[in-house]
């Protein structure tokens, strides 16, 4: 079975920019949620979706958006980049519907760079 | 809202030695679940604990949720250099969650 995949892997980007990035949950998991991870801040969590609606969602400026997809694959979306949004952007997927235990298998993340 | 304190950030121990790193809420928690993260990795989960009192074991790790339900511990018996990582909570208050800080774990030969 395959694991959770996140595209790109790295990207370099300027301030002001936008960019999306990609996952692909694993096969039966409708539940996809996204992460931040920065040295300063650790894990934080972005919003989690569900059978393409937006479940819950952390405290981030509405210029981080997400969606999701009728085949469950996610997007999501940063606009107008600062120097700030640099980190790991983890997408997590599982199988829960109802409730929120199970556990969370994690993708190999995107690394992104403001300049 | 729920405030989700990991305690050390960082422990460095010899080959050999014990490890504990612990988690705390300020709310009861549902449930809570630990992670390990490899350095340049990504988070893998390691358990899932839910009821109060909970004790799990695999292998040289012990997991304990607390009788009120708003702390754990992760405890390594005679750590080895596969240990080596950042290990995390992730701590269910029914629709909030929220990741601990993490604990470094670093071990020397």
């Known amino acids: 079975k395959a694991g959770v995949t996140q595209t790109p892997r790295y990207l370099i980007k300027t301030r002001g920019q936008q960019v999306t990035l990609s996952c692909s949950p694993i096969?039966?998991?409708?539940?996809v949620s996204w992460y931040q991870q920065t040295p300063g801040q650790g894990l934080q969590f972005l919003f989690e979706y569900f059978s393409e609606t937006q479940r819950n969602k952390g405290n981030f400026p509405g210029r981080f958006s997400g969606r999701q997809f009728s085949n469950s694959r996610s997007e999501m979306n940063v606009s107008t980049l600062e120097l700030g949004d640099s980190a790991l952007y983890l997408c997590?997927?599982?199988?829960?519907?109802?409730?929120?235990?199970?556990?969370?298998?994690f993708g190999e993340g995107s690394r992104l760079t403001v300049l | 809202g729920q405030q989700v304190m990991q305690i050390p950030q960082y422990q460095h121990v010899q080959e050999g030695e014990d490890f504990t790193t612990y988690c705390n809420s300020s709310t009861t928690l549902s449930n809570i679940q630990w992670y390990k993260q490899r350095p340049g990795g990504h988070p893998v989960f390691l358990i899932q604990l839910v009821k109060s009192g909970e004790v799990k074991k695999q292998k040289r790790l012990t997991f304990q949720f607390g009788e009120a339900k708003k702390n754990s511990s992760l405890h390594i018996t005679a750590t080895q250099t596969t240990d080596v990582g950042t290990y995390f909570c992730a701590a269910y208050n029914n629709n909030d969650m929220r990741f601990g800080a993490g604990t470094r774990l670093t071990v020397k030969p």
């Open positions: 096969s039966g998991h409708r539940s």
């Open positions: 997590a997927s599982r199988t829960s519907g109802t409730g929120y235990t199970g556990e969370l298998f």
